[in-house]
């Protein structure tokens, strides 16, 4: 089954807990702190597999998780870091982030990593606190959180041309002709449901891959049809090959055919039609094909300058006939289309930096259900998933670090008094003026 879209969840490895310790050893007095650090957590990553070309191995496994650090341990050893966990991926995925709507990265090229979640790093250990007026600390980091995202991924085949057209123009018998490809081909619309690819190869040494993609309707980019689900395939390619049924069977006007689908392309993406564009005139052993093609011509200069003139190109799928000055034309038109005209723009491509996003500011709210305030917010959320409550150290040290980012003050704006009670996720304490 071919899937090109899929949500997953993805969570990365929280660091080690911090230890706290101390040197205890015969004829050793005042050994002093000796916790240990926590390990960093695992990363998730993304990384092409040129093996794979579909997402389906996501339709069924959506949530992936890196495994946590291992916490530190006395005589200030480290904890143990966790392995990330790589994922693999095809060629041409585009990884979004589903509540921003940011794109994360491109992932285009063979083995091409990208992290998506980044790791918690491990807590440190009593021994980072020590100082001459506590030279004992009973204060120890847990490990911080790692993150935690929803992804959207989208799978844009790699391919270097592009077949397009209405249903039944011919694409999937000229595909199956000129590849190796054994595409479904029938005498009905839609018998295409999902984009098929095949490699050309030219007796020169050239060879070129190819999609035939499912057939446009009239008012696709607007969701009408099967092939609007398939548009976004089109951006990939270098080379299009817009296939016009020329026979006139289908009670259909070629001319109005080509600007249809056109028409489509621009409105889905207007960039598309700035790249080389091959008029196939398909079905030419079918009676009056020649006379539409007359026809078509006539009015394709009728419309268009004659430096934009598009070529035509008459073939028979069926005899054959004009298939090896298709495929030649074709590939010398790769030759000279750079790549990097067509390439994502750069802002997609870029490796997403979670450090760069500043924790957003606190937020002090009164909950009357739990007869609380509420305090919220990512800064204050992962400062307290780092404080070891079990130590009263680390709880006071928590303490400043509140009142330096302003809670309290806050507090006391807000209207809390002495001995009311404050929330912070599933830990409550009492305020004290």
């Given at each position: 089954?071919?899937?090109?879209?899929?949500?997953?969840?993805?969570?990365?490895?929280?660091?080690?807990?911090?230890?706290?310790?101390?040197?205890?050893?015969?004829?050793?007095?005042?050994?002093?702190?000796?916790?240990?650090?926590?390990?960093?957590?695992?990363?998730?990553?993304?990384?092409?597999?040129?093996?794979?070309?579909?997402?389906?191995?996501?339709?069924?496994?959506?949530?992936?998780?890196?495994?946590?650090?291992?916490?530190?341990?006395?005589?200030?050893?480290?904890?143990?870091?966790?392995?990330?966990?790589?994922?693999?991926?095809?060629?041409?995925?585009?990884?979004?982030?589903?509540?921003?709507?940011?794109?994360?990265?491109?992932?285009?090229?063979?083995?091409?990593?990208?992290?998506?979640?980044?790791?918690?790093?491990?807590?440190?250990?009593?021994?980072?606190?020590?100082?001459?007026?506590?030279?004992?600390?009973?204060?120890?980091?847990?490990?911080?959180?790692?993150?935690?995202?929803?992804?959207?991924?989208?799978?844009?085949?790699?391919?270097?041309?592009?077949?397009?057209?209405?249903?039944?123009?011919?694409?999937?018998?000229?595909?199956?002709?000129?590849?190796?490809?054994?595409?479904?081909?029938?005498?009905?619309?839609?018998?295409?449901?999902?984009?098929?690819?095949?490699?050309?190869?030219?007796d020169d040494g050239r060879d070129f891959a190819?999609?035939?993609?499912?057939?446009?309707?009239?008012?696709?980019?607007?969701?009408?049809?099967?092939?609007?689900?398939?548009?976004?395939?089109?951006?990939?390619?270098?080379?299009?090959?817009?296939?016009?049924?020329?026979?006139?069977?289908?009670?259909?006007?070629?001319?109005?055919?080509?600007?249809?689908?056109?028409?489509?392309?621009?409105?889905?993406?207007?960039?598309?039609?700035?790249?080389?564009?091959?008029?196939?005139?398909?079905?030419?052993?079918l009676p009056d094909a020649a006379d539409h093609?007359?026809?078509?011509?006539?009015?394709?200069?009728?419309?268009?300058?004659?430096?934009?003139?598009?070529?035509?190109?008459?073939?028979?799928?069926?005899?054959?006939?004009?298939?090896?000055?298709?495929?030649?034309?074709?590939?010398?038109?790769?030759?000279?289309?750079?790549?990097?005209?067509?390439?994502?723009?750069?802002?997609?491509?870029?490796?997403?930096?979670?450090?760069?996003?500043?924790?957003?500011?606190?937020?002090?709210?009164?909950?009357?259900?739990?007869?609380?305030?509420?305090?919220?917010?990512?800064?204050?959320?992962?400062?307290?998933?780092?404080?070891?409550?079990?130590?009263?150290?680390?709880?006071?040290?928590?303490?400043?670090?509140?009142?330096?980012?302003?809670?309290?003050?806050?507090?006391?704006?807000?209207?809390?008094?002495?001995?009311?009670?404050?929330?912070?996720?599933?830990?409550?304490?009492?305020?004290?003026?």
């Open positions: 089954m071919f899937v090109d879209q899929v949500k997953i969840d993805v969570k990365a490895g929280n660091g080690g807990n911090g230890m706290v310790a101390f040197r205890r050893e015969k004829y050793v007095p005042n050994g002093g702190p000796a916790g240990g650090d926590g390990g960093r957590g695992g990363n998730v990553i993304f990384k092409v597999d040129s093996g794979m070309n579909t997402l389906m191995d996501f339709r069924y496994h959506r949530k992936f998780k890196a495994k946590n650090g291992g916490n530190g341990a006395n005589k200030k050893m480290t904890g143990r870091s966790a392995d990330d966990l790589v994922i693999p991926v095809p060629e041409g995925t585009t990884v979004t982030n589903s509540d921003t709507g940011e794109v994360i990265g491109d992932l285009v090229k063979p083995d091409q990593e990208l992290i998506v979640a980044k790791a918690g790093r491990g807590g440190r250990g009593n021994v980072h606190f020590a100082s001459p007026t506590n030279p004992a600390p009973e204060i120890a980091e847990n490990g911080e959180p790692g993150e935690e995202v929803m992804l959207q991924l989208e799978l844009k085949v790699l391919a270097d041309v592009g077949l397009v057209g209405f249903p039944s123009a011919g694409k999937s018998t000229l595909l199956s002709v000129i590849t190796s490809a054994k595409p479904k081909i029938a005498g009905y619309h839609f018998t295409t449901l999902v984009p098929n690819l095949g490699m050309v190869r030219l190819v999609a035939d993609l499912p057939g446009l309707v009239e008012g696709a980019s607007k969701g009408v049809g099967l092939g609007f689900q398939f548009l976004r395939h089109v951006e990939r390619t270098r080379v299009i090959l817009h296939l016009v049924d020329m026979s006139g069977t289908e009670g259909r006007d070629p001319y109005d055919d080509f600007v249809a689908i056109n028409k489509e392309l621009s409105d889905y993406d207007p960039n598309i039609l700035k790249r080389p564009q091959i008029v196939v005139a398909t079905k030419m052993d093609l007359k026809t078509f011509k006539t009015q394709l200069e009728a419309d268009y300058d004659t430096d934009d003139l598009p070529t035509v190109l008459p073939i028979s799928s069926v005899t054959h006939t004009g298939l090896t000055d298709l495929v030649r034309m074709t590939a010398d038109l790769l030759e000279k289309t750079d790549i990097s005209d067509l390439q994502q723009p750069v802002e997609t491509e870029k490796q997403y930096d979670y450090q760069s996003q500043a924790p957003t500011n606190f937020q002090i709210g009164y909950d009357k259900e739990i007869a609380s305030w509420v305090i919220s917010g990512d800064k204050i959320e992962r400062l307290f998933k780092m404080t070891d409550t079990a130590h009263d150290q680390s709880m006071l040290r928590f303490a400043r670090q509140m009142r330096g980012m302003g809670i309290d003050n806050a507090l006391r704006k807000a209207g809390a008094k002495d001995g009311d009670t404050v929330t912070i996720l599933d830990f409550s304490f009492t305020y004290v003026e």
